[in-house]
């Protein structure tokens, strides 16, 4: 099977994608590879294995001033590529080993014929050029990657050297040269950041249906773990989901407990606060009523005295923040 590359027409569009005031920004272009645990501590020295990421705080809006850059935040899984003389590893975000699975990135890191240590986000595009994380999932498993690309955004080492201490905007700089201007078919590239408002990115980025945002202080060092140099606003979506239960308190239902439903089997996703009056509330519990359940559809799920369970189906529209595996700002909108 030959490896998918970008229609025409979709690059098009994305080049086109975010247009703010006058000028029109090239942020995101379309352009197209058994796990084991590395050291979940990370090394010690960056392009010699595994480094604990830098993780950036949720925030409600983002950063405004000229200390700050400003990025999409993909939809994917955040990776780590190291390349070091004949040895080369692929990393996920907890220090699994996952270089069979990115077997044709970590090939493509190595054509860039320098000791590296890359950081980025491994995505799957649909047919509009959009993040696809469920397109993302079954490539990894049953597609051989083929569709995989890695939007790097962050360089750690270069020929041995560690350049974690550097700012934020040096190491970029650098990233951005061993890149170059790749082939449409190469699948690594650089992640393009907005230099201007924060506020006016975001809305750009909301209105196109993106995942969300990360902002980045310009001379801020790399750090493993949280910090508040790299702040993250995510953007709202609406899904839906299967109702388990509910908890309530003295002053009546406090949040819904819900489930997402894939290929057929259901996994926790988390609570959905219920606003809902009148009508909409009504007919909600009128079917609730009707499949009233002694015990949890899920065995994980504990029975607690302040929870009322419910066997699977209700389903339910939900508002909240998009890229969260546990739901996040979630409120309900009514039934699905």
């Known amino acids: 099977m030959e490896e998918t590359r970008p229609a025409p027409a979709i690059a098009s569009a994305m080049r086109r ?24 501590a990370g090394s010690a020295v960056a392009g010699q294995g595994f480094v604990e990421p830098m993780m950036p705080t949720l925030v409600d809006k983002p950063p405004e001033g000229s200390d700050w850059i400003h990025e999409i935040k993909y939809d994917g899984y955040r990776t780590q ?101 790749p082939a449409t078919s190469f699948p690594i590239h650089f992640s393009e950041a907005h230099d201007g ?4 990115f975001f809305a750009a980025v909301e209105k196109i249906d993106l995942e969300g945002i990360v902002s980045k202080k310009r001379n801020s060092p790399y750090r493993s773990g949280y910090t508040k140099a790299w702040l993250k606003v995510k953007t709202f ?42 009508r909409k509330r009504e007919a909600i519990w009128a079917q609730l009523e009707e499949h009233r359940s002694d015990r949890p ?25 998009r890229g969260e595996e546990t739901l996040r700002h979630a409120t309900l909108l009514g039934l699905a």
């Open 17 to 40: 994608v975010i247009r703010l005031s006058v000028d029109v920004r090239d942020i995101f272009q379309l352009r197209a590879g058994g796990s084991t645990l590395a050291r979940r």
């Open 81 to 181: 590529i190291v390349i070091s003389g004949k040895k080369a590893r692929a990393y996920t975000r907890r220090g699994l080993d996952w270089t069979k699975k990115y077997s044709r990135i970590v090939d493509a890191a190595r054509d860039l014929g320098r000791d590296c240590h890359l950081e980025g986000e491994m995505i799957v595009q649909n047919e509009n050029g959009r993040p696809d994380f469920n397109a993302l999932r079954s490539d990894i498993e049953g597609g051989a990657g083929r569709r995989l690309i890695l939007y790097a955004f962050d360089l750690l080492s270069l020929d041995g050297q560690d350049l974690r201490p550097r700012h934020c905007e040096e190491r970029r700089a650098l990233l951005s040269d061993l890149l170059g201007s």
């Open 197 to 200: 408002p924060g506020s006016e």
């Open 237 to 278: 979506t609406e899904s839906e989901f299967v109702v388990l239960g509910y908890d309530t308190t003295p002053r009546g239902v406090r949040s819904l407990l819900v489930a997402r439903e894939r290929a057929g089997q259901l996994s926790y996703a988390g609570r959905v606060m219920v606003t809902l009056r009148g």
């Open 297 to 321: 559809a899920l065995p994980e799920l504990h029975h607690g005295k302040e929870v009322e369970w419910f066997a699977p189906g209700v389903n339910v529209r939900v508002r909240h923040l």
